[in-house]
C-alpha cells in the first residue's frame, strides 16, 4: 500500500514563493523508490510535467519553470519538494505528486498524490 501526502499550497500574488510538499508512505517489507516529481492541470489543459528528480538526484524541468523553480529530495524521508520562486498566474493549476515505486521485487509503477491548488493571483 502506497499513499501519497501533499502540502503546501496556497494563494500567492505573482513574484511570490512557495514550496510543496509531497511524502509517501509505504506498507511493503520491501520498496524501491525510482523517480520522484511534481505535474500540474490547469483547468482546461492536460496534465503537465513540471519536475522530476531521479533517484540519484538528477533534476529535469519544464522549460516553463526553468531557473524559478527547484525539485529536491530527501530519500530518508521519502519525500520530495518544489521550491516555487518568482510565481506567474499561469503558473496557476492544481499540483500533483507522482513516485514510481516497486514493492515486494514487482514492477514499478506509478502513484499520485490527491493534488493540491496552487493559485498566483492579486
Known amino acids: 500500500q502506497v499513499q501519497l501526502v501533499e502540502s503546501g499550497g496556497g494563494l500567492v500574488q505573482p513574484g511570490g514563493s512557495l514550496r510543496l510538499s509531497c511524502a509517501a508512505s509505504?506498507?511493503?517489507?520491501?520498496?524501491?523508490?525510482?523517480?520522484m516529481g511534481w505535474y500540474r492541470q490547469a483547468p482546461g489543459n492536460q496534465r503537465e510535467l513540471v519536475a522530476v528528480i531521479t533517484s540519484g538526484g538528477r533534476p529535469n524541468y519544464a522549460d516553463s519553470v526553468k531557473g524559478r523553480f527547484t525539485i529536491s529530495r530527501d530519500n530518508a524521508k521519502i519525500t520530495v519538494y518544489l521550491q516555487m520562486n518568482s510565481l506567474k498566474p499561469e503558473d496557476t493549476a492544481v499540483y500533483y505528486c507522482?513516485?514510481?515505486?516497486?514493492?515486494?521485487?514487482?514492477?514499478?509503477?506509478?502513484?499520485w498524490g490527491q493534488g493540491t491548488q496552487v493559485t498566483v493571483s492579486y
Open positions: 507522482n513516485a514510481r515505486i516497486s514493492t515486494n521485487g514487482g514492477t514499478a509503477r506509478d502513484y
Open positions: 509505504v506498507s511493503a517489507m520491501l520498496f524501491s523508490i525510482n523517480a
